[in-house]
C-alpha cells in the first residue's frame, strides 16, 4: 500500500520561509518522478513543482520560480519543498504525488499516487 505523508506546513508572516517534507512508503521511491501541488479554497488544484528520477531535473510553476526549491533524498524515500519569500498567494494545502511517468508531467491527472496535504498559511 503506498503512502505518503506530508509535513512542515504552518503559519507564517509574508516573505518568511517554510520547508515541507513528503515521506512515501510502499513503493520504489527513486523509480518515481515526484511533485508539489497547491490548492486554495474554491480553487483547483495548482501544479507547483516537480522532480525527476534521480534529480536530473526540475520545473517549477512560473509563480514560485525563484522562489521555491524541489529536492529528493532516495535515501530516505522524502520529497522536499524548500519555500522563501512566500507571499500571501501562497497560502493553500500543499500535496505531494508520485508517477512512474519518466517525462516531465504537471497535469494532476498525470500523478497516480497522493499524499492527504499539509496547510501554509501565509498572513500580513
Known amino acids: 500500500q503506498v503512502e505518503l505523508v506530508e509535513s512542515g506546513g504552518g503559519l507564517v508572516q509574508d516573505g518568511e520561509s517554510l520547508r515541507l517534507s513528503c515521506v512515501a512508503s510502499?513503493?520504489?521511491?527513486?523509480?518515481?518522478?515526484m511533485a508539489w501541488f497547491r490548492q486554495a479554497p474554491g480553487k483547483e488544484r495548482e501544479f507547483v513543482a516537480t522532480?525527476?528520477?534521480?534529480?536530473?531535473?526540475?520545473f517549477y510553476n512560473p509563480a514560485v520560480e525563484g522562489r521555491f526549491t524541489i529536492s529528493r533524498d532516495d535515501g530516505k524515500n522524502t520529497v522536499y519543498l524548500n519555500m522563501n519569500s512566500l507571499q500571501l498567494e501562497d497560502t493553500a494545502v500543499y500535496h505531494c504525488?508520485?508517477?512512474?511517468?519518466?517525462?516531465?508531467?504537471?497535469?494532476?491527472?498525470?500523478?497516480?499516487?497522493w499524499g492527504q496535504g499539509t496547510q501554509v498559511t501565509v498572513s500580513s
Open positions: 510502499g513503493l520504489t521511491f527513486n523509480t518515481y518522478r
Open positions: 504525488a508520485a508517477t512512474a511517468a519518466w517525462s516531465t508531467r504537471t497535469g494532476p491527472l498525470d500523478y497516480n499516487f
Open positions: 522532480i525527476s528520477r534521480g534529480s536530473t531535473n526540475t
